[in-house]
Structures are given as C-alpha cells and as structure tokens.
C-alpha cells in the first residue's frame, strides 16, 4: 500500500505569493490533516479534512485553506506569503477507525524569501 | 486549550541501555488520548505507542511503554535495550477524544550512540 504522498518536496517562494502544496492520502483513509513545523513554534495543527469538509480548523490566520477532493486528495494554499511562514508542511491521513494514528508523509519544505 | 510539555530538549545514551521521555499535559478533559510519535532524521512520523486516557493499564509496544500517571498528568516514555535506530525526535501529543486534532509538545531529540 503506498503511503502518504506529498507534493512538492520542496520549494522557494517570495513575499507575497501563494502557494499550493499537494497531499494524496493512503488509499482507503478519508481523513487529512494539516500541520506546519517550524523549529520555533513546534508542530501545529492547521486543519483536517474529512469526507470533503473541513472538520477541524487550527489558530491560523486566513491566509491558510485548504480543501479535499472527491477521492480524499487535499491541497492547501498560503496566500499573500510572510518570511515567517517558511515551515514543512506535513499532511497526515487516517483512517479515522483508530483514534489518533495519523500517518505522515515526508513534508512540503516551503521556504520563502 | 490544551498544552504538552517536553522539559527534555535533548538526550544521549549509549546503545542498550534504558532511557525515559518525560511529558507532562494539562487539559481539562476526562476523555481522551496520548501518543508519543518519533521523527527519524529526513524521515516521516511515525506513532510509536498510544494511550486511552479512560484505561488506566500503561500501554506497551516491544521494547516500548509508557507510564500514565492520570492525576498527575504524566505521560512518559520508556525504551528499553536502545538501538541506534532510536535516534529521532520524539514528540508527544494529546487528543481530545472525537476532536481528531494533535497538539504536540516541543519534542526530544534523542541520541542513541554505538
């Protein structure tokens, strides 16, 4: 079974633009969510989307959103981009039978310049 | 609003021996569950042990276990016989049961060495 997969791996952005990342879920898992890492704030929730419909949302600004598609893919854009939303992006899929157990994938390192 | 706190940033042991992962919370919640995740160096997360808050048997997974202390709001880990392929950052977390939503402490970066 393949895993979570993310796209892009990496990428550079400026002030000012937006962004779209990419994230295809395990097959089978209805549930994703959204997290940003950043060395000085740690992980944090952004969002999750289950069954087309955003279930939980994080404290972040309104620059952040994101939407799921019929077969569970997910995307989120950051629009109008801070220096300080240089970050990995880490999507999680679950199968939301098993509380908790979120499986990751390998993260969307945004840096913006 | 619930918090996790890792008062460990960093820790080294020498292969095979035994170390423990502090983590303390605080919520007000009767409801809901811990995990301890582990974050290889450029590589994915991945859950290492869950605990259900309402089971006050401490969960247990290989050379993996945990001590839940409810009232205390304590939730360690332990990992026995270390391998090197323990290094990573461990992070905890908490979920408030049905939120399905993490909130993860600032994690351990945990060192095993040969």
């Known amino acids: 079974k393949a895993g979570v997969t993310q796209t892009p791996r990496y990428l550079i952005k400026t002030r000012g633009q937006q962004v779209t990342l990419s994230c295809s879920p395990i097959?089978?898992?209805?549930?994703v969510s959204w997290y940003q890492q950043t060395p000085g704030q740690g992980l944090q929730f952004l969002f999750e989307?289950?069954?087309?419909?955003?279930?939980n949302k994080g404290n972040f600004p309104g620059r952040f959103s994101g939407r799921q598609f019929s077969n569970s893919r997910s995307e989120m854009n950051v629009s109008t981009l801070e220096l300080g939303d240089s970050a990995l992006y880490l999507c999680a899929s679950s199968a939301r039978t098993s509380p908790g157990e979120l499986f990751f994938g390998e993260g969307s390192r945004l840096t913006v310049l | 609003a619930q918090t996790v706190t890792q008062s460990q940033p960093e820790m080294s042991v020498q292969e095979a021996e035994t170390v423990t992962l502090s983590c303390t919370y605080d919520t007000s919640e009767s409801n809901y569950y811990l995990f301890w995740y582990k974050q290889p160096p450029s590589r994915q997360m991945i859950l290492v042990i869950r605990q259900e808050a309402y089971k006050q048997q401490n969960a247990t997974e290989n050379r993996f276990s945990v001590n839940f202390q409810k009232a205390a709001k304590s939730f360690s880990l332990k990992i026995s016989d270390s391998q090197l392929g323990d290094t990573a950052m461990y992070f905890c977390?908490?979920?408030?049961?049905?939120?399905?939503?993490?909130?993860f402490g600032q994690g351990t970066r945990l060192t095993i060495n040969p």
């Open positions: 977390a908490f979920m408030e049961k049905g939120a399905q939503k993490l909130v």
């Open positions: 989307y289950f069954s087309e419909t955003q279930r």
């Open positions: 097959s089978g898992h209805r549930s």
